[in-house]
Nanobody, 123 residues
Framework: QVQLVESGGGLVQAGGSLRLSCAAS????????MGWFRQAPGKEREFAAA????????YYADAVKGRFTISRDNAKNAVYLQMNNLQHEDTAVYYC????????????????WGQGTQVTVSS
């Protein structure tokens, strides 16, 4: 069982940066690949980024590639999403997720979800 709690969301101007954090409970954190998803108003939840169990592989959606960076610290049971050059279309609720692997996360196969944190980018 893994519980995920996101933080770090907020309001930022276009072109700015934010860093999201996800704190995980449980002693099995390093057994899971971790990812970030987002859901904009009126749209379906979509995959943004994923990282492997030991952090040696990352995978990004085309919409965020080159602007977002996912990382993790297994000693702290935490995963992060550094978001740079934010644009209005990045406005969404961002969710932390745990799954079996980066490929399965990218396909939406999620074992555990966080409650989400709001990111709003003003244009």
């Amino acid at each position: 069982q893994v519980q995920l709690v996101e933080s770090g969301g907020g309001l930022v101007q276009a072109g700015g940066s934010l860093r999201l954090s996800c704190a995980a409970s449980g002693r099995t954190f390093s057994s899971y690949a971790m990812g970030w998803f987002r859901q904009a108003p009126g749209k379906e939840r979509e995959f943004a980024a994923a990282i492997s169990r030991i952090g040696d592989f990352t995978y990004y959606a085309d919409a965020v590639k080159g602007r977002f960076t996912i990382s993790r610290d297994n000693a702290k049971n935490a995963v992060y999403l550094q978001m740079n050059n934010l644009q209005h279309e990045d406005t969404a609720v961002y969710y932390c997720a745990a799954g079996a692997g980066t490929n399965s996360l990218a396909r939406g196969a999620v074992d555990y979800w966080g409650q989400g944190t709001q990111v709003t980018v003003s244009s």
